[in-house]
Nanobody, 120 residues
Framework: QVQLVESGGGLVQPGGSLRLSCAASGSIFSINAMGWYRQAPGKERELVAFQRSGGPIIYANSVKARFTVSRDNAKNTVYLQMNSLKPEDTAVYLC??????????????WGQGIQVTVSS
């Protein structure tokens, strides 16, 4: 009932920047929380940033001061601005959201993931 679509990934040189977007669509009543995760080859999925509505944004230590999350509530979209990218940031980035739909049921949805590659 809720779809999440990520965009904005790609190849960037070390030190460069990218902005990822995650747009939620469907029968949305409210978005209770949104977050970004990433998974590198051979590694477990890890939290990048997370925010419950009205609460603080939690960042992984590895991305603090480099990555910034913002939201456009009118568009049901969350952004991940990534600056000073490092090769170790290379991963598939996934958007996650906890959404209450118009029937008042609550779902946790995942996007399909988008590749970010940091390489010279």
């Amino acid at each position: 009932q809720v779809q999440l679509v990520e965009s904005g990934g790609g190849l960037v040189q070390p030190g460069g920047s990218l902005r990822l977007s995650c747009a939620a669509s469907g029968s949305i009543f409210s978005i209770n929380a949104m977050g970004w995760y990433r998974q590198a080859p051979g590694k477990e999925r890890e939290l990048v940033a997370f925010q419950r509505s009205g609460g603080p944004i939690i960042y992984a230590n590895s991305v603090k001061a480099r990555f910034t999350v913002s939201r456009d509530n009118a568009k049901n979209t969350v952004y991940l601005q990534m600056n000073s990218l490092k090769p170790e940031d290379t991963a598939v980035y996934l958007c996650n959201a906890e959404v209450t739909v118009t029937s008042r049921s609550t779902f946790t949805s995942w996007g399909q993931g988008i590749q970010v590659t940091v390489s010279s």
